[in-house]
């Protein structure tokens, strides 16, 4: 279909409509600072390989994790994705129909979501998980807001300190519009009594730090709020999982299953649940059982969702599921198996610790938590003389994109399996030309 712009006439007359002026004015709640503030400098009256080319050479001035040796993390990590997953993905009857609205004709897909459901109860040791959800804080928000439900009457929940920023933000906004009261401490023991609801945890937290959590699900346990673990997936496959750790609900940013960086998204968000409290799991859940001729039959179970339901008896309003990025996970997690993740993980610790001990080494870097335990992902604080940003700036002409910033001289530094011992290497001898 040949897409038809109004005219400006016609544009003039919604405006008038509506009662707006101008077209800004549409845009208004936008930060001025996030809008565009010019206009792309590619001139006027050029044919169209031009304009293309014209595109073409703004576009290299980009530069993206596959032009640099990548060292950022935060929650959206560079690993390497198997040809595998891609090919399976862009089958299409995958691609192109990938939300079953009418969910029983569409058992290739429900069973592909029971299969990614399948793979996050094993690596978390819960009993339930859903059918994915927007992204890892959503994923959280929504964990919060069923613990609400599971304990009725109670609608405070608290946060340890070190939780995603990012996923803190997000919480904060669902609570802004009077569903729970929030909070964030870094000991929530003096918080805890019979108003709290939900006790978030992360595991490991934001600046990669794997703490012993077990005394805070205790402590959540004996207020009888429920306690909810954010993870990692594929450090699970090292570390105790939420059940054996006694956790109610895990949620986590999944990206790291599969799916590229795709600059920060779409993300992927998991979500698990114990079997005492699955009634009221938000989101899709896929079901197995048997057709009326005895074979194998994939269904939405649970369908607790508003277009299920009436809008006051629903768990949630969240209307989707990142169904293609979840197929992504299950593919990738099905292409390794177990042991297979387990070797990434092992890889991506090993080479984390390795480039974490030479750049102390170097004299330029300190520990900021000497005697933490870390997976993949740690912070540094930058102590050489020269003007921290312009090291970093340095690094990234060198093509080098060293971490995320944290502060005006941390650095947080994120090693996956994919990076080389010659990039290890590389990133060093930049820094030592710093010394």
Known sequence: MNYIPVTADERERMLERIGVSAVDELFSDIPKSARLSHALAIGAGHEELEV????????ANN????????????GIYDRYLPALVDNILQRPEFFTAYTPYQPEVSQGTLQAIFEFQTGICELTGLDVANASMYDGATALVEAALMACRVTKNRSRV????????????????YSAAGNFSFETAAEIGPLLDETVAAVLIPYPDYH????????????????????????????LSLLKSPAELGADIATGEAQSLGNPM?????????FACSEKVMRQIPGRLVGKTVDSQGNDAYVLTLATREQHIRREKATSNICSNHALNALAAGVYMAALGPEGLREVALSSCAKAHRLHDELIGTGLFRDRYPQA?????FIVDWSGSESFDAVYHDLLEAGILPGIRVGERGLLIAVTEKRSEAELGRFLEEVHAHG
């Open 208 to 235: 990669g730090i794997i703490a012993d959590v077990s005394p805070l699900i205790e402590a959540a346990h004996q207020v009888g709020a429920l306690a909810v673990l954010d993870c990692d997936p594929v450090l």
């Open 52 to 59: 293309q080319t014209l595109l073409a050479r703004i576009a």
């Open 262 to 270: 795709s600059l920060g998204g779409p993300g992927l968000g998991m």
């Open 158 to 173: 608290l946060a340890v300190a070190g939780l995603h920023p990012e996923k803190i933000e997000t919480i904060q906004t």
């Open 63 to 74: 530069r993206c994790s596959d032009d640099l040796i990548c060292f950022a993390g935060g």
């Open 373 to 377: 335990r870390y997976g993949y992902e």
